[in-house]
């Protein structure tokens, strides 16, 4: 029986001596936690494809001849916070914790312009509502190939003013991920352009800033990025883009008057191919004169602060400070 006993403690330290190996092998290799990288493979698996930039476009007109679909909530997700939905003035929104006290956050959810909500986003909204006590509006917006940028700027224009008169007094954040975290950023910048009330701050996840996707730089990143594929992504910025050059402010924010706007907190990952842009609006924004605030995930992916992973832990927390507990 002891030599069993003796056996069984052996294989177990050696399970254990492989694993605190992996973990530091891990660490050396990508500067990362274990997690991290196997949810990188999970998400190389997830967002595997043969689509081309002609199939793509293909697909997109063929949608385009169907009916725009509604948004849903996710049907195997348990929710902390109750949820409302309406149609304000021809768009889906979505209210988490409406009774809530706490701050506004005004949510806009990534996707290339062509997607709709994921899990990642739900999950994120729902932890802060439960842990801040705040109330988040997430629209759902309309996407390309059945609208542009244009209807985007003029629903969600509408849907702030009206927010401002039914909250008076009420903080507001604007926060966004991936093509939402551009798009949050243009529409502070059209709203300073105005001359209306601003947020108290931004907070952008991975910001999608330039569709156009032309920055030389981003080819240094195409060997290491798992989820977004250049070729496919160019083509869901030309359709956001409508009858407008991709390079126009309200399409690719990068570009626009960043003059005026409020504090800025950023994230971006080193194995995405929108770091270089991020790091270019970083760069703007502080000759703007703007307080930004970027935090580089060496190692990580994009929209690396809404996944399950420790290095996300930290960010979390400092979102929680910037919305503030009620």
Known sequence: MKKIFRTVAVA??????????????????????????????RLRSRYATDRTAESEARRLEARRQ??????????NMAFNVPIEEADRDGMQVFTLNGGGGGALVLYLHGGAYVGGFNAHQWRFMDRLARQTGCTVIAPAYHLAPWADYSRA??????????????????????????????????????????GEALPE????????VDVSMDNPDIADYLPVEPMLHFDLVKVHGRYWAG?????????????????????????????ELLCPDILLARDRLADAGVDVTLHVGHGLNHDWPLMEIPEADAIFEGVVGIVGKF
Not at 257 to 270: K, N, Q, R, S
């Open 243 to 271: 009858d407008a050059d991709t390079h126009h402010w309200q399409v690719s924010p990068l570009f626009g008057d960043m003059a005026g706007l409020p504090p800025v907190t950023m994230t971006c990952g080193t194995r």
């Open 12 to 41: 177990l330290g050696v399970l254990l001596a492989l694993a605190l190996c992996a973990v530091g092998l891990n660490r050396l290799v990508y500067g990362r936690s274990l997690r991290a990288t196997l949810y990188e493979f």
């Open 66 to 75: 169907e009916a725009e679909p509604r948004a849903a909530l996710p049907k």
């Open 153 to 194: 700027y003029a629903d969600l224009t509408t849907l702030y003013r009206a927010l401002l008169a039914e909250h008076p007094g009420r903080r507001l954040i604007l926060m966004g991920d991936s093509a939402g975290g551009g798009l949050a950023l243009g529409l502070a910048e059209a709203l300073a352009r105005a």
């Open 201 to 208: 701050r931004l907070v952008l996840f991975s910001p999608w």
